[in-house]
Structures are given as C-alpha cells and as structure tokens.
C-alpha cells in the first residue's frame, strides 16, 4: 500500500533547478599541467594539474511568430539569473542561424528580451550550427513546430510551455527524441 501511494504521488519539479543543473552538468574542464619548483617552506605542495572549470552553452531561440512573447520573457529572466554563474552563447533562428545577430551573453551581463525574426521553424539550423562549433550544451527554446532534428553532438535539452509540450507529443509521439524536455 505505501508503494502504491508513494507511485501515486506527482512530484513537481522547480525549472529552474532543472535548468540550472543542466547547465552545471555542462561543465567542461581544461586542464593544464603544471611542473614547478618544489616550494621547501610548503613541502606538501606537489605538482599537478590546474583546472579551468567553464560551461561553453549554446542557447538557441526559436524567433517564429508562433513562439509566445510570454515563453521568451520567462526564459530570459531565468537566463539572467542563470547569467551569474556561466556565459552564454545566444543564437536566433527560425529556418536558418541569423548570424548577425548571434551574440555571446557575458557572465554576470543583464540583457532585454529581443525577437529579431518572424519566419518559419526548422531545427536543423541551430543544431548544424552548435555541432560545426565546440559546445557543452545546447538548449533550445521553441513551441516545438517543427519535425524532428538531425543528431546533436552535445547533450541537448528543449524549453516549451504547455501548448508546445502538447504539439511535441502530437508530432513525436513523446519528448523529442527522448531528450530532456523542461515545460513552464
């Protein structure tokens, strides 16, 4: 009985915790060798490895018409706060990459919510143009009308509302190509 109510139960999951530890999982690491001097007055000190922990993400948005004002807002105050810890690489698309207006979002930056095109929906775009560059992640912010992409070669996770989430498993049967799928 206590498993029965216990499976019962819907666990709620907070998304910006889901976010966030999406962008945590992210991280990469350069790693340099070091060879020094051996310090005589810290004799424990020994030589290793430096670490750069960075997460190089890429953040694609869907700037169809179809895409909500409301999805864009919410995603984007989520961002700036996210922007505290990580730098972003923000990548406008509709059909094609608007590369004129890909822009790297600084750590600690703030920035206004823009929609710089009206066009129609096509996946490929973002995910050929994270896959030609060396990305950690990719997140894609969409109301999911499109058919499904090509292969990523970064761990990918997609943002929608609940009216994307539902176009999703109309098209798809579930989430997209089994991916991590965050719904506001």
């Known amino acids: 009985e206590k498993i029965k109510k216990f499976a019962a139960q819907k666990t709620k999951l907070d998304p910006k915790k889901v976010l966030a530890s999406f962008i945590k999982a992210s991280v990469a690491a350069n790693k340099k060798t070091?060879?020094?001097?051996?310090?005589?007055?810290?004799?424990?000190?020994?030589?290793?490895?430096?670490?750069?922990?960075?997460?190089?993400?890429?953040?694609?948005?869907?700037?169809?018409?179809?895409?909500?004002?409301?999805?864009?807002?919410?995603?984007?105050?989520?961002?700036?706060?996210?922007?505290?810890?990580?730098?972003?690489?923000?990548?406008?698309f509709d059909h094609d990459v608007f590369e004129e207006k890909v822009y790297v979002w600084k750590k600690g930056e703030k920035r206004a919510r823009e929609r710089v095109l009206h066009g129609?929906?096509?996946?490929?775009?973002?995910?050929?143009?994270?896959?030609?560059?060396?990305?950690?992640?990719?997140?894609?912010?969409?109301?999911?009308?499109?058919?499904?992409?090509?292969?990523?070669?970064?761990?990918?996770?997609?943002?929608?509302?609940?009216?994307?989430a539902s176009n999703a498993k109309h098209n798809y049967g579930h989430s997209p190509i089994g991916e991590r799928m965050l719904v506001l």
């Open 34 to 92: 070091s060879v020094t001097k051996r310090n005589r007055r810290l004799p424990g000190k020994k030589f290793g490895r430096r670490t750069e922990h960075r997460a190089n993400i890429a953040i694609s948005i869907d700037q169809s018409g179809s895409v909500s004002d409301e999805l864009l807002s919410n995603v984007f105050d989520w961002l700036g706060e996210l922007a505290k810890f990580s730098s972003f690489t923000v990548v406008p």
């Open 120 to 164: 129609g929906t096509c996946f490929d775009a973002p995910t050929k143009y994270v896959n030609q560059r060396k990305f950690d992640g990719h997140i894609i912010i969409t109301d999911m009308l499109a058919p499904a992409p090509v292969r990523s070669n970064c761990q990918r996770m997609w943002i929608t509302d609940r009216y994307g």
